[in-house]
Structures are given as structure tokens and as C-alpha cells.
């Protein structure tokens, strides 16, 4: 049944819902009488059209205010948004999406299967591959165009993102000793029927409290989330985490308390990492998608920035010209692991930054392997050699400390009383004397 054949009636009976349907887009409109006739239970008392356009009414009338009101926003074609966006001033084209996704879910409509959103996206890639940015010089007509510079910039963040996560890896279990865990974390069904908005901020309320709880009890997490979207575009969380081996069990325990969903299939949602790379192509599989965000755990916000203007050996914040070179030949040698993230100070706890400086912060770090790692740290850094298993008090080796000695101008040895004999105050004894650690010869006989 088609939405034409039930629109005479609406219009004669609820005008008042027909003017809410008169800007939805007709397909919309026939997927919205389909499954409202396929869900309906046909009584003999009422005819076919005019139960299915009751039916259609009752379910209008559920949608949120917000929803309705946005109608003709999100029946817009690409090239009829850019024209509202010119008039309003606004970009809109997120905000359209988000609104035909809260529709979809609603008719439980997937992407494949919507075919305004296919026309609105492929419109919106034929305009992106004909706006030329950088011109041929040669032939205006051709160059760079939008979509071929977002897809490079794409190419290189994506390379990053891996680089850093890579980096991560390696000083979370070379360097701390932590175990690695991929975790796959869902909602339970009620939050599949509700808008896109409650969904991810009932599950991004879930993990931020397993996180508090880990701040509070002072558990170091370090990783990377994925946010994505299931088949019914309902999000879900991939997470690449590493945590100390002592205090895994009480990371899962609040992991499940947080997702009780979760309980049943726990060998799914918590599995040990045995393949790094894998595990990082599968979390960034849908890099550059709008619904997709990836985010790191533990590292400045500005990770990205920070590890790309090092890359290139350029200045960056308030970083020394020795910390930036030394962080720029570890990237570039692909040495030493997540050497380079101590070095470029790219922690969000300052405990750990502190780990690379003259005077280190053991907070994190156990005694043993990770110790000599940190001595390793400082004599790329510093240029020095020292031992922090044997003390906790840093040691300058031998070396460094004749050196230093050498150059301060300043030595002591055995003086003969002899030079003493005319110097004011210094008994005339017989026996032989010396004076120790005497810094310089007494001053000359008056005459």
C-alpha cells in the first residue's frame, strides 16, 4: 500500500497530521504506510484504507516534536540544503543526517535501504569531486579537487592514528609490562528503539563511569575507543586497552557492573590482544566515516598535532629543541617503541611525562626491566648512565663526575708546610706537617 492512497483521507479527517506529512519526502512517506500496514490487524468493522490511514495518524502522533518539526530539513536534497545553508548561514548537512538516522531507526530502515540518503550522499560526492581547490595551470578546468584533498588528508591522519596507536602499544607492554585487552561493549535492546542521541549518551555515560571509578582507585588505562554504528545504526564501543596485570580482575569487574548485558557473552566482549596490528585495522576500519570517532586513552587531546609537527621536526609548545630531535630520530628509525610519546610529553597524567625527566617519577614504573627502559630514557635523552634499581637515588656515573670536577677550576691535594713558613698565624714546628685541602698558596713575604 502506497501513502496516495490513504492521503485523501488524512487530508479530510486530521488535517492537522497532514500538514506535518505535507514536507516529508514521498519515500519516506510510502516506507512510513508499509509498515504501518504490515503491523496492522485489519477489524471488519472499518475498511482497508481507512484503518491503515488511523494506523499511520496514531504512529505520526508517537515521533518527538522534534522529529515532525524537521521534516522538510531532512527531505532536502544536497543541492536544496546548500542553497538553505547560503540563506541561513548554518551548516546543515550533519545535522540532516542525524535526522534521517532517528527516522530510519524509527521504520527500522537500513542505510543500504534508504534511498534518499544514497541520493543525498551521492550528490554530495559528485559536487566534492568537481570544485576544483588548486588548479592546473596548464588546464583550469582540471587540478585538486575537494574530495581528492580530503582524501589525502584522510590517508595521513589515518597513518598517524596507527603510528601513535603502534607506539602506545609498545610502551604499554614493553615498557610498563601491561596486558593488552579488546573489548567489545554494547546496549541492551530497549536502547535500539530509542533516537541516536539517547543511545550514545546512555553508553558513553557507561564507560565514562568505568573510567572515573579507575581515576578514583588510581588504575592507569591507556588504549583506544572506536564509537561505531551496528546493522540498526545503534552505537557500540571497540576498545583497545591496556592495563596492569594485577588489577585486570577488578577492571572487568566494573566493566560488567557497567554493562550488565555484557555478562552473558563476557568471553566476546573481553578478549587478550594476541595480534596488535589486527586489532588496530579492525578498530579503524571506518576512519573518516561521520558516525565514526576514534579516540586515544591516556594521551593529550592533541596527540595527533603533536606527534605530526615532531614527525617533521618542527617546534611544538613548550617542548626543548633537544626533546623534539631526539623524539623526531626515534619516530623516524621506528626505535624503542613508545620511547618517543615519553619524550614528546604526550601523557595526559603528568606522572608518567615525568618519567623522561632528570628527576623521574617511579609512580608507574616497577623495578626490574622498566627501571633499566627508564635509564635507557635518560641516557637518550640527558647523556647520562644511571642505575635506578640499585637506588632510588639517581646516581651520575663516574665518568660524567670527573668531567664535571675538571672544569669547575677548583682542586684540592697535599700542601708541604714549607709553603706556609711566612704566611701570618702558622706556628714555626719542627715537626713534619701538612696541611690538607688548602685551596691555593699563602700570599708573598712583605718586604
Not at 492521503?7 to 519516506?28: A, F, K, N
Not at 538516522?101 to 544514497?118: A, G, I, T, Y
Not at 568471553?267 to 565514526?292: C, F, H, N, Q
Request: aromatic letters at 8%; one cysteine or more; hydrophobic letters at 35%.
Amino acid at each position: 500500500m502506497q501513502y496516495d492512497e490513504i492521503d485523501q483521507w488524512i487530508r479530510t479527517t486530521r488535517p492537522d497530521v497532514w500538514r506535518r506529512l505535507l514536507p516529508l519526502h514521498g519515500i519516506y512517506k510510502n516506507e512510513i504506510t508499509c509498515k504501518v500496514a504490515e503491523n496492522c490487524e485489519f477489524l471488519a468493522c472499518f475498511e482497508e484504507t481507512e484503518q491503515v490511514a488511523m494506523e499511520v495518524v496514531d504512529w505520526v502522533e508517537t515521533l518527538s516534536p522534534d522529529l515532525v518539526s524537521s521534516f522538510d530539513l531532512l527531505s532536502q536534497s544536497y543541492s536544496e540544503l546548500k542553497q538553505t545553508q547560503r540563506i541561513t548561514g548554518q551548516v546543515l548537512t550533519r545535522k540532516a543526517n542525524r535526522l534521517r538516522r532517528n527516522l530510519r531507526r524509527m521504520l527500522e530502515l537500513s542505510p543500504e535501504h534508504d534511498r534518499v540518503q544514497k541520493a543525498f550522499d551521492d550528490e554530495k560526492l559528485a559536487a566534492s569531486k568537481s570544485f576544483i581547490v588548486v588548479p592546473d595551470r596548464q588546464n583550469p578546468d582540471t587540478g585538486l579537487s575537494a574530495h581528492t584533498l580530503r582524501q589525502w588528508q584522510l590517508r595521513k591522519h589515518y597513518a598517524v592514528t596507527l603510528a601513535i596507536a603502534d607506539s602506545l602499544h609498545d610502551f604499554a607492554t614493553g615498557f610498563l609490562g601491561y596486558q593488552g585487552l579488546f573489548l567489545t561493549l554494547t546496549l541492551p535492546g530497549e536502547y535500539h528503539a530509542c533516537s541516536y542521541e539517547e543511545a550514545k549518551a546512555e553508553i558513553s555515560r557507561r564507560w565514562k563511569t568505568v573510567r572515573r571509578k579507575a581515576r578514583e582507585k588510581d588504575v592507569l588505562l591507556l588504549g583506544m575507543t572506536a564509537l561505531e554504528l551496528q546493522d540498526d545504526e545503534t552505537p557500540h564501543y571497540h576498545i583497545q586497552l591496556y592495563i596492569d596485570p594485577a588489577q585486570r580482575a577488578w577492571l572487568e569487574e566494573q566493566i560488567l557492573q557497567a554493562f550488565p548485558n555484557e555478562i552473558k557473552r563476557q568471553a566476546e566482549a573481553i578478549k587478550d590482544i594476541r595480534d596488535v596490528l589486527s586489532v588496530s585495522l579492525y578498530l579503524t576500519k571506518d576512519y573518516g566515516k561521520p558516525e565514526t570517532s576514534l579516540t586515544f586513552i591516556g594521551l593529550t587531546r592533541d596527540i595527533r598535532a603533536r606527534y605530526t609537527s615532531i614527525y617533521a621536526g618542527k617546534r611544538y609548545g613548550t617542548l626543548s629543541d633537544a626533546r623534539i630531535a631526539t623524539a623526531h630520530r626515534l619516530i623516524k628509525r621506528k626505535a624503542f617503541g613508545g620511547t618517543a610519546l615519553l619524550l614528546m610529553r604526550g601523557f595526559s597524567d603528568e606522572r608518567l611525562n615525568r618519567i623522561s625527566a632528570r628527576h623521574p617519577d617511579f609512580h608507574y614504573v616497577r623495578p626490574g626491566m622498566p627501571r633499566v627502559l627508564t635509564a635507557l630514557v635518560h641516557v637518550m635523552h640527558f647523556r647520562t648512565v644511571k642505575d635506578f634499581n640499585t637506588s632510588p637515588v639517581s646516581q651520575t656515573s663516574m665518568v660524567r663526575q670527573k668531567v664535571s670536577a675538571g672544569k669547575t677550576g677548583v682542586h684540592s691535594d697535599f700542601v708541604p708546610t714549607c709553603l706556609n713558613d711566612c704566611q701570618e698565624g702558622v706556628p714555626h714546628i719542627g715537626l713534619p706537617y701538612e696541611r690538607l685541602c688548602s685551596r691555593s698558596q699563602p700570599p708573598p713575604t712583605e718586604a
